[in-house]
């Protein structure tokens, strides 16, 4: 049982916009910066957001990123096959000192 | 270009201790104003946070794992390090560090990953 909620999977056409939550508490997403992660199949997680909604150099702007209270949101538009990724939140939490992620949501382009 | 790599033992026995060592090139640990964590994905799981070190040495470990974990950092190899003792088969898992802001804004980059088999 992840400290942050998120959708197993979710999916969508090419093309389309896909959003993927991200629900916490005042603990951790309320009073910290979210971070969101790529892992393509067999590969190392890549920073997609830092900051809630700030991208690092390289990273399309087809993603974003926003919070609001204690729940996060990355979407992502223009869907394309090379999307099809796991992806997670994570943040600190205050109660815990320390760090936490999501379970991680599973995207299929259909 | 900063590069994480992540070296050590791929097997280890039940109840002992293991040891990963991650290398970074492109920065330097001890002039760094960044942490220097360790994260775990089990087979088929999801990312664990285990731990963050500054350069220097301050550290903060997941509640769960705290009294099995240090985490370590050597300025003189520009490295940081991994121990975790009394390891099980719920250990397994691929290992990665990576570099990141405070004790967990973000993680960026991260190592290839490291997997590690806890059996006899």
């Known amino acids: 049982q992840s400290v942050l909620t998120q959708p197993p999977s979710v999916s969508a056409a090419p093309g389309q916009k896909v959003t993927i939550s991200c629900s916490g508490s005042t603990s951790n997403i309320g009073n910290h910066y979210v971070s969101w992660y790529q892992q393509l199949p067999g590969t190392a997680p890549k920073l997609l957001i830092y900051d809630n909604n700030n991208r690092p150099s390289g990273i399309p702007d087809r993603f974003s990123g926003s919070k609001s209270g204690t729940s996060a949101t990355l979407g992502i538009t223009g869907l394309q096959t090379g999307d099809e990724a796991d992806y997670y939140c994570g943040t600190w939490d205050s109660s815990l000192r320390a760090g936490v992620f999501g379970g991680g949501t599973e995207l299929t382009v259909l | 270009q900063l590069q994480l790599q992540e070296s050590g033992p791929g097997l280890v026995n039940p109840s002992e201790t293991l040891s990963l060592t991650c290398t970074v090139s492109g920065d330097s640990i001890s002039s760094s104003i960044y942490y220097w964590g360790w994260i775990r994905q089990s087979p088929g799981k999801g990312l664990e946070w285990i731990g963050t070190?500054?350069?220097?040495?301050?550290?903060y470990y997941y509640p769960s794992l705290k009294s099995r974990v240090t985490i370590s950092v050597d300025t003189s190899k520009n490295q940081f390090s991994l121990k975790l003792t009394s390891v099980t088969a719920a250990d397994t898992a691929v290992y990665y560090c990576?570099?990141?802001?405070?004790?967990?804004?973000?993680?960026?980059?991260w190592g290839q990953g490291t997997l590690v088999s806890v059996s006899s």
């Open positions: 990576a570099r990141g802001r405070l004790q967990f804004d973000w993680f960026d980059p």
């Open positions: 070190v500054s350069h220097s040495g301050t550290t």
